[in-house]
């Protein structure tokens, strides 16, 4: 067994603020990796360039990081900082740019690289000093070594095969106030994958489940918050929410996710459907497959009586459209070019299988 999560957490109210060491330490020009605007209207972005400031250490911001990061849009970035001179990278948001940070800081360490590289296996996965500062509640990116990138050319999204922790999470339940609902909830759905699929997954052990039931638990607990104003949330009730989203995130560090998160990509590339509701999607249909005690295990653990109790909850978070067959059946058999994902399910996933995930409860 194996369990690795070496990515230093603080979570506080100013968190950033209170450790400057953080930033001190990691180097001397930072690179600050963004989206378009959220860091700007949460303060996580004037929170990290005062810090850095007050320092004396230069910085430059890249807030071009787009909603699924192309592997494009990586290398764009990387190659911009190279002539400003980062040496360390700090990335503020949801997973696409927290992603997108990670794939930068592995760049910024080998001079001359580009696209190709993201996607070499076996390659050296060193990188830059990397701080990830996290305002959504579901990717856990923070803490997992994980770096999802789209490419352009072939539309396809996935993992890219370098393993890239972060040194240090900084969480703040302040940045999580300014989301939108409709962010926290398909985010929160994404963080309740996590578990279900770290749980139910070939790779699990007790170390990664120990991860996963305190992230149920802590799920549990809080996900009526989901269904409130996010701006008439306290910050220890948005930090509980950052909690149970870096569980997750500690426990698919060790397994991976599986079919559910395989079935997605293709839903959110060519169709358009946020991470976390795509991600939904496909819960009951994995969770059918797995054994009678299992599933009713992990809906209990999550505060669901039933599968149909979940997809209730599912459709008041996430909408519940049924989408179309052919959008479906492309990313059934996207999936089944995939064979490490299909290894992760505990059962086992042939086509009929996949099919039967991606139309439980039925087509329109
Ligand atoms: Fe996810």
Redesign the pocket.
């Known amino acids: 067994m194996h369990y690795m999560m070496p990515t230093e957490v603080f979570e506080e109210d100013h968190a950033v603020a209170n450790h400057p060491e953080v930033f001190a330490r990691a180097g001397h020009t930072a690179l600050i990796v963004t989206g378009a605007h959220s860091a700007r209207a949460n303060g996580s972005l004037s929170d990290v360039t005062g810090v850095l400031t007050s320092l004396g250490i230069r910085w430059e911001v890249f807030d071009r990081v787009e909603e699924n990061p192309s592997t494009d849009t990586v290398c764009e970035a990387a190659d911009l900082v190279r002539t400003f001179g980062a040496d360390f990278v700090v990335g503020i948001g949801g997973g696409s740019p927290m992603d997108a940070a990670k794939a930068i800081a592995l760049l910024l360490a080998h001079p001359g690289k580009g696209k190709d590289f993201l996607d070499e296996k076996g390659a050296d996965s060193m990188r830059v000093p990397l701080i990830l500062i996290p305002t959504t509640c579901?990717?856990g990116s923070e803490v997992t070594p994980v770096s999802v990138l789209t490419r352009k050319d072939s539309g396809i999204k996935g993992s890219i095969p370098h393993r890239i922790f972060a040194d240090t999470a900084l969480l703040d339940g302040r940045y999580l106030s300014f989301a939108s609902a409709r962010i926290l909830r398909n985010t929160a759905v994404?963080a309740l994958?996590?578990l279900w699929e770290s749980w139910l997954n070939t790779d699990a052990t007790p170390y990664s489940r120990m991860c996963a039931e305190a992230g149920l638990s802590a799920w549990r607990e809080n996900r009526d918050l989901l269904f409130r104003d996010p701006k008439e949330l306290t910050i220890d009730e948005c930090a509980r929410l950052l909690r149970a989203s870096a569980f997750a995130g500690m426990a698919i560090a060790q397994t991976g996710?599986s079919l559910p998160?395989g079935l997605s990509y293709h839903v959110t590339v060519a169709g358009r459907i946020p991470?976390g509701q795509a991600?939904g999607y496909f819960e009951a249909g994995y969770l059918a497959q797995a054994p009678e005690n299992e599933r009713k295990k992990l809906l209990a653990a999550a505060g669901f009586s039933s599968l149909s109790d979940w997809q209730d909850f599912y459709q008041r978070a996430c909408g519940g459209e049924k989408l179309p067959k052919a959008l479906l059946t492309e990313a059934v058999d996207e999936l089944l070019a995939s064979p490490g994902k299909l290894k992760k399910a505990p059962f086992f996933a042939d086509r009929d299988v996949l099919l039967s995930i991606a139309f439980y409860g039925g087509e329109d």
Request: no cysteine.
């Open positions: 579901g990717t994404d994958g996590h996710t998160h991470h991600i």
